[in-house]
């Protein structure tokens, strides 16, 4: 099956029918990965969306490749492509036990809190952090400081998403 081409739009029903396709196939959803992480314009963002979909659909297929989605955040520059992915993360972090994959994405969750990094990496980082603050509460002050600032310069969403945090938080 030609994903590539399958891939012609980015609408949800497309892509849930292709997550469908994937359905329980590991080589199909190493193809997926693999579009994901080749950079192609407009694929790779359709793409890691059907990943997206395909590991709501089959965690195995996260547990099985959340190093290698990990460690493709420091090579991916599509955006699109890191929001998508790291839904996925925020969805099945309970799930990573491996702490230096832990380490590894509190750095990058850390860094794409940056004013400067669109909204939705932001969000979600956020939440990851939250997530690992329970098993990490040395995290909590750098944590508290990046949300208080937020209260300052961020979004309606992500002023709001911070006092949810802050009052969990405390």
Avoid at 7 to 33: P, Q, T
Wanted: proline share 3%; with cysteine; net charge neutral.
């Amino acid at each position: 099956m030609n994903f590539q081409e399958i891939l012609v739009d980015s609408s949800r029903k497309l892509i849930e029918i292709v997550a469908n396709e994937v359905g329980n196939d590991e080589c199909r959803f190493r193809e997926i990965l693999n579009l994901s992480f080749a950079e192609i314009k407009q694929i790779s963002n359709r793409a890691s969306r059907v990943a997206y979909f395909s590991c709501l659909q089959n965690p195995v297929f996260f547990q099985k490749y959340s190093s290698e989605i990990i460690n493709h955040f420091y090579t991916i520059k599509d955006k699109s492509v890191i929001r998508n992915l790291l839904g996925i993360v925020y969805e099945y972090i309970e799930n990573i036990s491996d702490e230096e994959q832990q380490g590894k994405i509190v750095d990058l969750c850390f860094n794409w809190l940056n004013p400067k990094e669109p909204i939705a990496l932001r969000y979600y980082s956020m939440k990851i952090i939250f997530c690992l603050t329970k098993k990490y509460p040395e995290l909590i002050p750098e944590f508290a400081a990046i949300l208080e600032n937020t209260l300052i310069d961020g979004s309606t969403g992500l002023k709001n998403q911070s006092n949810k945090l802050l009052r969990k938080l405390h």
